[in-house]
């Protein structure tokens, strides 16, 4: 039998990346300041997972200007909906194991 633990991801082993990527995975796109706010973290602890999800080509940055401010966006990539959903599905098989 397939030990479901083996395809959990590291990269979501963080509650914030996590979060990160659920709240991408239901919006087309989120900007910084309203992922801050959803996720109730300070910009740099953000600013760095967002790193991570970005050098694993899990999610989509796009930088822009609204009026003379800078607006930050990020979706999620095609690689990093697939990685998210093997991972939900590993956990939820591990969580069944156990019942």
Same mark, same amino acid.
């Given at each position: 039998? *397939?030990?479901? *633990?083996?395809?959990?991801?590291?990269? +979501?082993?963080?509650? !914030?990346?996590?979060?990160? &990527?659920?709240?991408? &995975? !239901?919006?087309? %796109? =989120?900007? +910084?300041?309203?992922?801050? $706010?959803? *996720?109730?973290?300070?910009?740099?602890?953000?600013?760095?997972?967002?790193?991570?999800? $970005? %050098?694993?080509?899990? *999610?989509? !940055?796009?930088?822009?200007? !609204?009026?003379?401010?800078?607006?930050?966006?990020?979706?999620?990539?095609?690689?990093? $909906?697939?990685? +998210?959903?093997?991972?939900?599905?590993?956990? $939820?098989? &591990? =969580?069944?194991?156990? %019942?």
């Amino acid at each position: 039998m *397939i030990n479901p *633990i083996e395809h959990l991801n590291k990269v +979501f082993d963080s509650r !914030v990346r996590l979060g990160i &990527m659920s709240a991408l &995975m !239901v919006n087309d %796109e =989120i900007n +910084f300041n309203d992922l801050k $706010e959803l *996720i109730k973290v300070t910009d740099g602890n953000l600013a760095s997972h967002l790193k991570t999800l $970005e %050098e694993n080509n899990y *999610i989509k !940055v796009q930088k822009g200007f !609204v009026g003379r401010k800078t607006n930050t966006t990020y979706s999620v990539t095609k690689a990093g $909906e697939k990685a +998210f959903k093997l991972h939900l599905d590993a956990l $939820e098989k &591990m =969580i069944r194991s156990l %019942e």
